[in-house]
């Protein structure tokens, strides 16, 4: 299945408490005149971090109908090459629920610390493999839960990555200030409902999904 096909799978959008998350770690860096949504989808994201930046700029490798058309977006395989972007672009460069459904996790991270400035802001965000309901899947299914063959999951999504993937990557790229954050929203395992977070039910095992941030140092030669 291509790209685009995956694309398509994914309806273009994600959970709100995954874009509070992003939102929440953006808010922690200064004010950013360029920021790049890459796997933009619908532009969801956009509303979240529209007091914190003066350019949005969307990348996908579609541009979903949901897309506001005041949007300026860029068509981009992201499984492959560059962007057509230059280097040390963007001040912050986000990636919301997409490294999960490309080839080349490590070439993919490489692209978006290639798109931001030095002391620029790089952001993943991805399914919690280490949560309750995910370890449970896995020992119950021998599979992931996010990464069951279902609308939305398998075979759009093809790459799982742990918490320790992700830091790894991060690291090889250049990257410092490394850190992971979670939603503390996730669902109770094979139940429709959530944990309830007045109860304290926060951080990795009760998480459906994960973000790591890093920083660019300087110029990194990738």
């Given at each position: 299945m291509n790209v685009e096909t995956r694309a398509r799978q994914s309806l273009g959008g994600s959970s709100e408490p995954v874009y509070q998350m992003v939102r929440r770690v953006v808010q922690q860096f200064h004010p950013s005149s360029v920021f790049i949504d890459v796997g933009c989808g619908g532009g969801k994201l956009r509303s979240f971090?529209?007091?914190?930046?003066?350019?949005?700029?969307?990348?996908d490798v579609i541009r979903y109908?949901?897309?506001?058309?005041?949007?300026?977006?860029?068509?981009?395989?992201?499984?492959?090459?560059?962007?057509?972007?230059?280097?040390?672009?963007?001040?912050?460069?986000?990636?919301?629920?997409?490294?999960?459904?490309?080839?080349n996790p490590r070439a993919f991270v490489r692209e978006l610390v290639r798109l931001a400035k030095p002391s620029g802001l790089v952001i993943v965000t991805t399914p919690n493999q280490l949560s309750l309901l995910s370890k449970l899947t896995l020992v119950l299914k021998n599979q992931f839960n996010a990464f069951q063959t279902a609308p939305g999951l398998?075979?759009?999504?093809?790459?799982?990555?742990?918490?320790?993937?992700?830091?790894?990557?991060?690291?090889?790229?250049?990257?410092?200030?490394?850190?992971?954050?979670?939603?503390n929203s996730g669902r109770l395992p094979f139940t429709p409902w959530h944990w309830p977070q007045s109860l304290g039910f926060h951080g990795?095992?009760?998480?459906?999904?994960?973000?790591?941030?890093?920083?660019?140092y300087?110029?990194?030669?990738l």
């Open positions: 971090v529209s007091d914190r930046t003066d350019k949005y700029i969307g990348v109908p949901e897309l506001p058309a005041e949007v300026e977006f860029i068509p981009f395989n992201l499984d492959i090459g560059k962007a057509p972007l230059p280097d040390h672009f963007a001040d912050v460069v986000c990636a919301v629920e997409t490294i999960e459904h490309l080839e398998y075979p759009a999504h093809i790459t799982a990555l742990l918490e320790i993937d992700l830091i790894r990557i991060f690291t090889e790229c250049g990257l410092t200030d490394i850190k992971i954050d979670y939603t990795r095992l009760f998480s459906d999904n994960i973000l790591c941030v890093g920083k660019k300087q110029f990194v030669n």
